[in-house]
């Protein structure tokens, strides 16, 4: 294991997630081994982390491209005891844990809805849910794939994402180790995997609704062809965000890409 890999290992305090990790210095996807892993039997908590990734998958077909420096590319192998229509709430249950590790380290985060979390209004962690069912339609398996950036300067990233993407170093304004960060999340996503088994979807929801990028701005939502533009007024008890345009009908929306946009 090097050096991240051991690093993260000493600083573990969970029973569940991340254990066992799988550590990797360089891997195409850790959600693509993950994947492998799981069909192979590996058991809920199972945790991959790279040191970087040659083909890291976003969602919607895009790459996740690593910037210079050290930062955490994970993905933890799910057995979740809910039925396919619920998968999605692991979504923002994973966005709540990585808000949650990043306040740890002194950052200040606000999850956008569905799979992003931001600082200081710039992406600096993507989530990929990917979910495997068997042949009667149960789940078996769900790879939470996540993405944050964190041991680089604004100026190691690209000038064309500079004014959408950030790191938690470039946020903070000090230095800040990948190593933390993936182990606070890894104890994050412990709790809040246990909150949810335990109390539901409401506290996540909650949490989501406190430290919201989306919620009470104008966005723009982009469905296939379809664009909806309005203010986002809540999340729905599924987790769905309600968008009211200017005509005043409600809609709720299940899926897609949703942009800020100023007020015109
Ligand atoms: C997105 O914002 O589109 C989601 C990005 C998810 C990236 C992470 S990095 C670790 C894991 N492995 C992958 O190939 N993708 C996810």
Redesign the pocket.
Known sequence: MSDLGREVEARLRTQVVARPLVFRPAI?????L?RQLAEQGASHGTAVL?GT?T??????G?T?TPFPGRH????VILRPLLPPGRVPELTLLAAAAVADALRAVGAIPRIKWP??VELDGR?A????SEMNTDAAGRVVSVIL???VNVECDASDIPDELRDRATSVRASIGRAVSAADVAAQLYESLEGWLERHAGEGYFPVLEAVRTESATIGFDVRATLGEREIIGRAIDLDPTGALLVRDATGTMHRIVAGDVERVRRS
């Open positions: 195409d996807s850790t959600s693509t993950a790279a990734q083909a890291g998958r976003g969602r919607r895009r996740w955490v590319f994970t993905s799979n992003d992406k962690c993507g989530i990929l794939g996540i993405g």
